[in-house]
């Protein structure tokens, strides 16, 4: 039985790495700033902590582990990672110095950090893929993806000095059930679908840029499946995780539009876009044999469902006018 920890274990990702691990029968602690917001932790020990204080980053370490998956950060859409510029690259900066010296001092297995396609610079949606040494010369788009490069560099020269043996996952668009769903920090699968599911019948619904920007989705079950993956290979250089499906953002739209069973137009407001476009390539975890096993309009019929559910859920919880 192997010892696992996750961090930023309360959250979206983190919920389904600590369900993924524990089916195998491991001994998983999960730790947090925050409880699950949406279901309990299947996780033996949930161990509430603020990561960016480095005695607290050596309890969560505390009694040593296989593996540990470091998912923890100051995170969200475009709307706040375009507004929260001083808390991301302060907060997920002192999460992750803190973490990586712990996890050095503990002796720690494997070193898992959930890095981002934001390291990336912006693209033409013409472009070929970029592979992951197109990361350099450097020219992330945010200082969300200058922080997540930062801490790159950072689990590269610990790896290098001080034996941790790291892997890192660069993360494109991920989506499915159990994450943020409103509130600011939603990405753009979520806040779509949360406005198609808020529609009492055909509609339209306001979407940044009337939805030309060109993505690429991954599936939660998919993505934790890639890291785990990567995380037991022998592979120590930066991985893309991400799907070859690139898409507009309208035809998200309309794929769930689809699903949800409503005609639904688009109406363009502005907003913080993002880039123009991404496209990856997955070679390099591909070669380690995993494979996404959902496409776009398979991992979204999974994932409306439980949108359409809150939202149902929190009108019928509102109390009447009047
Ligand atoms: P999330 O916000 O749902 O989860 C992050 C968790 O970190 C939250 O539960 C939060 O409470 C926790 N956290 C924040 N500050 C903390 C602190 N000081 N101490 C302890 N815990 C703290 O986000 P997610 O979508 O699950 O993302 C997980 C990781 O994957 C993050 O590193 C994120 O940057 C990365 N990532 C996600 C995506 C995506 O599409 N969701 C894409 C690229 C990279």
Not at 149 to 168: D, F, P, Q, V
Not at 313 to 320: G, T, V, Y
Request: overall charge neutral.
């Amino acid at each position: 039985m192997r010892r696992i920890l996750v961090t930023g274990a309360g959250g979206f990702i983190g919920g389904h790495l600590v369900q993924r691990l524990a089916a195998d029968g491991d001994w998983v602690r999960g730790a947090d700033i925050a409880e699950p917001a949406y279901r309990p932790s299947p996780a033996d020990e949930f161990l509430t902590l603020d990561l960016r204080d480095p005695e607290n980053c050596r309890k969560a370490l505390a009694g040593g582990f296989d593996e540990v998956y470091q998912l923890a950060a100051d995170m969200g859409g475009m709307e706040f990672i375009s507004a929260a510029e001083c808390e991301i690259m302060r907060n997920s900066v002192l999460i992750n110095a803190n973490m990586a010296e712990a996890a050095a001092a503990a002796g720690v297995g494997r070193y898992f950090f959930s890095s981002s396609v934001c390291v990336y610079r912006d693209m033409a949606p013409s472009e070929a893929a970029l592979a992951e040494d197109g990361a350099y010369p450097a020219r992330p788009h945010n200082e969300y993806g200058w922080e997540k490069l930062y801490s790159e560099r950072l689990l590269s020269a610990y790896a290098r000095r001080r034996g941790l043996e790291a892997r890192i996952g660069r993360f494109e668009n991920c989506y499915g059930p159990y994450g943020t769903w409103r509130g600011g920090r939603e990405k753009a699968p979520a806040a779509i679908a949360r406005k198609i599911a808020e529609l009492a019948g055909d509609g339209a619904i306001e979407v940044f840029g009337g939805g030309r920007t060109v993505r690429t989705f991954v599936y939660v079950a998919d993505l934790v499946e890639a890291v785990v993956t990567l995380t037991r290979s022998a592979e120590t250089r930066p991985a893309n995780i991400g799907t070859d499906e690139r898409v507009e953002i309208a035809e998200l739209v309309r794929i769930i539009a689809g699903i949800a069973g409503k005609r639904v137009d688009i109406t363009a407001v502005d907003g913080p876009l993002g880039v123009a476009s991404r496209h990856f390539s997955h070679e390099r975890i591909r070669a380690l044999g995993w494979t996404p096993r959902y496409d776009l309009a398979a991992g979204l019929a999974e994932t409306y469902p439980w949108i359409a559910e809150q939202v149902a859920r929190c009108r019928s919880a509102r109390p009447p006018i009047g």
